[in-house]
T-cell receptor, first 110, second 119 residues
Framework: SQQGEEDPQALSIQEGENATMNCSYKTSINNLQWYRQNSGRGLVHLILIRSNEREKHSGRLRVTLDTSKKSSSLLITASRAADTASYFCAARGGYQKVTFGTGTKLQVIP | GAVVSQHPSWVICKSGTSVKIECRSLDFQATTMFWYRQFPKQSLMLMAT?????????EQGVEKDKFLINHASLTLSTLTVTSAHPEDSSFYIC???????????????FGPGTRLTVL
């Protein structure tokens, strides 16, 4: 399978704490994106990091990319109950093909 | 900008019938559209990639005669699930790309998904 792996599979934290999710992929990429999905709903694009970037910030989100290890991490700081959702990484390789990770289910307890 | 819509949002049909799902890019021209399937509590799996005016490229294990894809215009792609069966019940999500360099680059924009339930 070309699907990437994410860990942890599920994560439960208290509101205000930070949440870190990791993603590994298998082939070389052009960019890597993180998405959020609320239960039964569509995807919301969070952030994109290009293969020549190592770190990117957007509000409370911080993404890192290590192409030598084929891995990325998403950090959500000062989490809120509304951040409860599933988070997926999506690695874009050649021919625009995007491979999604297995996802991390985040629960933020108020 | 960069809005992708899907119609219908959800559909329930009887086994053996065919269901058509539409994916539209509302404010940009989508040279390339992608169709994904997501089973409960699982990730998205790419089914096929379609370029406007040409035949879709299907991923391994996806039956092209069962999942018919038509990308006849730069703003519309359709997925038809033919002779649907209960195991086809899933969440189907499309995405669209402008396939250009620039601020949007090759970013894909996702539709809200269509939930198909086959009885």
């Amino acid at each position: 399978s070309q699907q990437g792996e994410e860990d942890p599979q599920a994560l439960s934290i208290q509101e205000g704490e930070n949440a870190t999710m990791n993603c590994s992929y298998k082939t070389s990429i052009n960019n890597l994106q993180w998405y959020r999905q609320n239960s039964g709903r569509g995807l919301v694009h969070l952030i994109l990091i290009r293969s020549n970037e190592r770190e990117k910030h957007s509000g409370r989100l911080r993404v890192t990319l290590d192409t030598s290890k084929k891995s990325s991490s998403l950090l959500i700081t000062a989490s809120r109950a509304a951040d409860t959702a599933s988070y997926f990484c999506a690695a874009r390789g050649g021919y625009q093909k995007v491979t999604f990770g297995t996802g991390t289910k985040l629960q933020v307890i108020p | 900008g960069a809005v992708v819509s899907q119609h219908p949002s959800w559909v329930i049909c009887k086994s053996g019938t065919s269901v058509k799902i539409e994916c539209r890019s509302l404010d940009f021209q989508a040279t390339t559209m992608f169709w994904y399937r997501q089973f409960p509590k699982q990730s998205l799996m790419l089914m096929a990639t379609s370029n406007e005016g040409s035949k879709a490229t299907y991923e391994q294990g996806v039956e092209k005669d069962k999942f018919l894809i038509n990308h006849a215009s730069l703003t519309l792609s359709t997925l038809t699930v033919t002779s649907a069966h209960p195991e086809d019940s899933s969440f189907y999500i499309c995405s669209a790309s402008e396939d250009r360099t620039g601020t949007k680059g090759n970013e894909q924009f996702f539709g809200p998904g269509t939930r198909l339930t086959v009885l």
